[in-house]
Each structure stands twice: as C-alpha cells, then as structure tokens.
C-alpha cells in the first residue's frame, strides 16, 4: 500500500512556479510532520520544507521566499508552493512523515524538471 502519493511535478522554466500535493493514507496519517525533500544527481537529499499538524514550519535556506508549505489536516495533504523556480530546484522530490522533520515513511518522489 501506497502512504503518501505525491502529484505536481513537470516541467517549468526559470522564473515559473510549479506546486506539488501530497496525500497521506492509511499510517502515515498518524505522524505529526509531513515535509517535502529533494534530491538532484550528485547532491544529497535536501529537506526543502517541513510542516506539523499545529503549522509549525521549517524551510530550507535554498527555498526561504520561494516556496511556500500548507497542509490540510482534514484532507491529510500537504501542498508545497515553488514560486521563482532556479535550476538548481530540480530533482526528484519526496513527500515524507515523520514523529520530526526526520523523513519515517516515504512516497515514491515527483520530478521537477526546470529548463528553458
């Protein structure tokens, strides 16, 4: 069974802006933090954003201004705005829940592909 689906990802162009949604199911409802990640070939994974239940929120450097996190807790889906997309914002991106910003069930990632 597939906890945490993500949907969104395509191409943009620089400067463009793109939004990603995450859907929660089944255990993966249970965990106070949901969050996004990314990771690019040849980088390490990036936690881009992180989200608890009560709002508290948690940007990467990379994406401060940029990007913006809401979640829905009636819908169990977590949404992360990408406004001013740069090259360096693509890569595949995860949706994950965790007791923390700490990734403890994972979805299968969404590309961001960024490109003029």
């Known amino acids: 069974q597939v906890l945490l689906v993500e949907s969104g990802g395509g191409s943009a162009q620089p400067g463009e802006s793109l939004t990603l949604s995450c859907a929660a199911a089944?255990?993966?409802?249970?965990?106070?933090?949901l969050m996004w990640f990314r990771q690019s070939p040849g980088k390490e994974r990036e936690r881009v954003a992180c989200?608890?239940?009560?709002?508290?929120?948690v940007y990467a450097d990379s994406v401060k201004g940029r990007f913006t996190v809401s979640r829905d807790n009636e819908k169990h889906t977590i949404d992360l705005k990408m406004k001013s997309l740069k090259y360096e914002d693509a890569g595949m991106y995860y949706c994950?829940?965790?007791?923390?910003?700490?990734?403890?069930?994972w979805g299968q990632g969404t590309q961001v592909i960024v490109s003029s």
């Open positions: 089944g255990s993966a409802r249970a965990f106070l933090f």
């Open positions: 989200m608890s239940r009560g709002g508290l929120t």
């Open positions: 994950a829940a965790g007791g923390a910003c700490l990734g403890e069930l």
